[in-house]
């Protein structure tokens, strides 16, 4: 996995988890296939080549599948996670599990996770304040629960298994590749496309690639390659991670404490994974060494603290890790773009790593396939830059927050943090000031050259009727219009506005269902009907209008009347006026 | 940010601070203006009218007096 700290590189360098010890998962190892270009002296040229099996690129990769749209992906290894151990990511969101959704593997990541919404947070020995987020009305709606805990090379083994089912089923110039033991070891960059070095087992070869992802992580070597500029800040908290298996069951509820008696007043995290695993995380001393902090004897005098002797449980993995934050200034230089960890690093409060990352991925993956399809200009590529740049930046400062509350200097920084958690132990107003992590959402775009001001919000997948009754939902509709626009009118259409729009589907990338009440009478070729009103909500809409959606469940626009101006927004969105706003 | 006088009765209201800071230590005092000025805030609210006030409570001109 290109996303793994290398063995060379102190864990005190390293934002991913390196692996100490513990017992370990049994990770599934894929064949090392040699590819035909071995043998071959002539270089083919590949539309997309994706470096880095991590889960942004695979969902990249299974996401280009789904189109049909041909790809290469390279891991420089020859499984998923970190060979002997666990995995990185343990939190996913209700947007990423609507991507997984659309991708085909949600049912398994529901079956093998754990599933929760209620968060505890602790200072000493009290609850300071706890949350449900089933009671937030932001998050009922969608078919997919607030977040469901699982480890990261569960879903990285699903989407394997999903991209190697979607090779089957088609035609090999529609095929995404899977290459592994294949290390990119050279680059170089010319107008239009690049040239890739890839060292196999069974010697080197040349690729071209029209198109390259670098999903390659933190330590990606296409940074220096192609010269990007970016900020970092490296602290100095360190945390220790403990995946145990208990033998008495856990509740499947996350509990942060601030403040935790049993760690010598630092930080503690606990969450349920699946297999029955607890993820414990604690904070150490400021410049703890990693390898003392990650010591058997150590751990295990931890874990007693915090449950007493009587608690049976078994270490799975233990992994100390810092953190580093990091953005780059540019998310596509030239031919290459950067996704995931190669694109910004976050410290891992609030899940807003593997999460943005999927984002990342399903943000371009949909550009990619309509500019190589030929529904869309080359211009829209350039809005991935400016809508995960935007992403990036504010997850950026979001978690630097969360760092500054659980890590504040000596100082004032550490009396203000204590005024917030004696206050909010009484007073409500103060609960909103600590800070154990913001849970990740679907960043909204507000910037993008390719929405309008009424877009840039994503679209929760809300269940709706199929006009003959049958349940549906909003991932079966965008299915539906399969990479195409999805126009959804809402309320009466004239027959002057069915016309048009029969008339926009045929010149533009675009399917167009009408949306109504139970009772009326639709006038539109598709509809389908909204009972509770749930679609028009999730699309922020009221009365008579229409809501452009894009493959990704984000509004390109949203309009009152079939005119102009919706022509103008399938047009925008597609990016067919980016140039005319620069 | 009001910067006309709004206290009622600003003499009563400056002996309250210091009476409330009799007999604390150093850590105990910066405990209780942190705490105090977390409440205040609160009652504010308006973003933009905090930030002011962080603005000006910064003002080097206040910052050279007390040095």
Redesign the interface.
């Known amino acids: 996995m290109s996303e793994r700290p290398k063995p060379s590189r102190a864990p005190a360098c390293a934002s991913g988890y390196a692996f100490a010890h513990g017992s370990g998962y049994a990770l599934p190892e894929y064949p090392f296939v040699e590819p035909p270009e071995i043998r071959c002296a002539a270089v083919v040229r590949h539309p997309v080549v994706i470096v880095g099996a991590g889960i942004t690129g695979l969902t990249l990769a299974c996401a280009l599948a789904r189109q049909g749209v041909a790809a290469i992906l390279l891991d420089e290894d020859n499984t998923v996670g970190v060979k002997g151990a666990s995995s990185r990511g343990i939190c996913y969101t209700q947007k990423s599990l609507e991507i997984f959704d659309r991708l085909g593997v949600f049912e398994r990541i529901a079956r093998k996770g754990v599933q929760w919404s209620v968060g505890r947070t602790f200072a000493g020995a009290d609850e300071v304040y706890s949350f449900d987020l089933r009671q937030q009305e932001n998050f009922q709606l969608s078919l997919q629960p607030p977040f469901t805990n699982i480890q990261q090379f569960y879903i990285e083994g699903f989407l394997v298994e999903r991209i190697n089912q979607l090779n089957a089923k088609a035609t090999a110039t529609r095929q995404v590749q899977l290459r592994w033991c294949s290390r990119v070891t050279g680059f170089e960059q010319h107008r239009g496309f690049a040239t890739l070095t890839v060292s196999t087992p069974a010697g080197s070869y040349p690729l071209q690639a029209e198109h390259v992802v670098d999903a390659s992580g933190a330590h990606s070597p296409f940074h220096s390659w192609c010269g990007a500029t970016m900020h970092t800040t490296q602290g100095d908290d360190r945390w220790c991670i403990a995946d145990v298996r208990f033998e008495t069951p856990a509740p499947a509820e996350r509990h942060t404490w601030i403040e935790a008696p049993f760690n010598e007043n630092r930080a503690v995290w606990q969450h349920l994974m699946a297999d029955d695993v607890w993820r414990i995380d604690y904070q150490m001393e400021p410049d703890a060494d990693p390898a003392c902090i990650a010591s058997e004897a150590q751990v295990r005098e931890r874990l007693r603290r915090q449950f007493g002797d009587r608690v049976q449980w078994e270490i799975v993995w233990v992994g100390p890790y810092v953190y580093r934050s990091q953005c780059l200034e540019r998310l596509r230089i030239g031919s290459v773009f950067f996704i995931g960890d190669a694109a910004k690093i976050v410290s891992p409060f609030g899940a807003r790593g593997g999460n943005t990352g999927v984002a990342d991925a399903d943000n371009l993956a949909w550009k990619l396939a309509a500019v190589l399809q030929g529904n869309a200009p080359a211009a829209l590529l350039e809005s991935y830059n400016e809508e995960r740049l935007e992403a990036a930046q504010t997850n950026v400062r979001v978690t630097n927050r969360t760092t500054r509350f659980l890590r504040p200097a000596h100082g004032?920084e550490r009396?203000?943090r204590?005024?917030?958690i004696?206050?909010a132990r009484q007073?409500p107003?103060?609960r909103q000031?600590v800070n154990t992590g913001r849970m990740a959402v679907a960043n909204p775009y507000t910037r993008s050259s390719v929405c309008a001001v009424t877009g840039g919000l994503s679209v929760q997948n809300v269940r709706l009727r199929w006009a003959d009754g049958k349940a549906g939902c909003i991932t079966d509709l965008l299915q539906w219009a399969d990479g195409r626009l999805l126009l959804l009118a809402f309320g009466d259409l004239s027959a002057i506005a069915c016309q048009r729009l029969i008339r926009l589907g045929a010149q533009a990338p675009l399917r167009s269902v009408q949306v109504h009440a139970p009772g009326a009478r639709p006038k539109a070729r598709e509809s389908v009907l909204d009972p509770l009103g749930h679609v028009q909500g999730a699309c922020h809409l009221f009365g008579h209008a229409w809501a452009l959606l894009r493959p990704d469940g984000y509004l390109a626009a949203t309009g009152e009347a079939v005119d102009g101006a919706l022509v103008a927004a399938v047009a925008r969105a597609i990016g067919m006026h980016t140039k005319e706003r620069a | 940010m009001n910067i006309s006088p709004k206290l009622q009765d600003a003499d009563a209201f400056y002996e309250q601070l210091l009476d409330a800071h009799s007999g604390l230590s150093r850590p105990e005092s910066e405990l209780l203006n942190a705490r105090l000025i977390l409440l205040l805030a609160n009652q504010i609210g308006d973003a933009r009218l905090l930030a002011e006030c962080i603005v000006a409570a910064r003002g080097d001109a206040s910052l050279a007096n007390a040095r």
């Open positions: 004032v009396v203000f204590s005024a917030v004696g206050l007073y107003f103060a000031l």
